[in-house]
């Protein structure tokens, strides 16, 4: 399911999701010099360089880099520091698709969470969820030596911030169901809600091993960004839009 556009109106234009966007954008173009294309996103070089590694907070000093075909943790001199790594691994992206589903979920949700807050502490608030999604992942793997790197983590944060906003809100779908497609128009709490429960599933079918590698994707930075919004959104939101309420349609 792929969102398209929802039935809160904005009252401010969203300085900081579209400066988000973009920044995200540039840095991916930019990650592409040292080798990677699109499809498949930056080199495994920039990816150890740029991302961050759980090993790496677990086993602090050491730092894991390319080696030829290998991958190599030790003491390494050169490399971008833990607390660079935490920021600069939310604007990496490992491909087009990446980029863009991430990007298409920020831009639906993330101008009313930011409308609710203010843009500086909607800023705060999106980084802190990334970072909470990087504890979340590390909790489940703090031996890990693969790269995490994507938006996905504090988007996750502000969709856990808009469902307990905007719980009634509605949300125009794109919905695949094998080779039919179609629009519905589905209420706030079951779209979010059966994402969050979709990232459970996979996360546990993948913890346990039944899902192989579950194609690289760090379920439980999703949830931990998730829980992080969801828990604290009213902390950060100031006000909440008159449409918020009433669950209006949205105007296609």
């Given amino acids: 399911m792929f969102p398209l556009k929802d039935s809160i109106p904005t009252d401010r234009f969203p300085v900081v999701t579209v400066a988000l966007i973009l920044a995200n954008v540039v840095a991916f173009f930019l990650s592409l010099r040292d080798g990677g294309d699109l499809w498949n996103g930056p080199s495994p070089t920039f990816l150890y360089d740029w991302g961050f590694i759980p090993y790496e907070a677990s086993h602090l000093g050491d730092q894991c880099v390319v080696q030829g075909d290998q991958v190599g943790c030790g003491d390494v001199s050169g490399q971008p520091s833990l607390v660079v790594t935490a920021f600069s691994s939310m604007f990496l992206h490992g491909g ?139 902390v950060f939101a100031t006000r909440v839009s008159g449409g918020a309420d009433r669950g209006r349609r949205p105007v296609y």
């Fill in 96 to 234: 087009l698709l990446h980029i863009g589903g991430n990007m298409l979920f920020l831009w639906v949700f993330g101008n009313n969470v930011e409308d609710s807050m203010g843009r500086v502490t909607f800023l705060a608030f999106y980084l802190l969820a990334g970072l909470a999604a990087l504890v979340g992942q590390y909790l489940v793997g703090s031996g890990e030596t693969v790269p995490l790197v994507g938006a996905s983590g504090a988007v996750a944060g502000v969709l856990g911030g808009y469902l307990v906003l905007y719980p009634r809100a509605r949300v125009v779908t794109l919905v695949f169901i094998i080779l039919f497609v179609t629009i519905l128009e589905l209420p706030a709490l079951f779209f979010l809600g059966f994402w969050f429960l979709q990232q459970i599933a996979f996360g546990y079918f993948d913890l346990v091993g039944s899902a192989g590698d579950a194609g690289g994707v760090a379920y439980f930075a999703h949830i931990g960004g998730f829980v992080f919004g969801a828990l604290l959104v009213k």
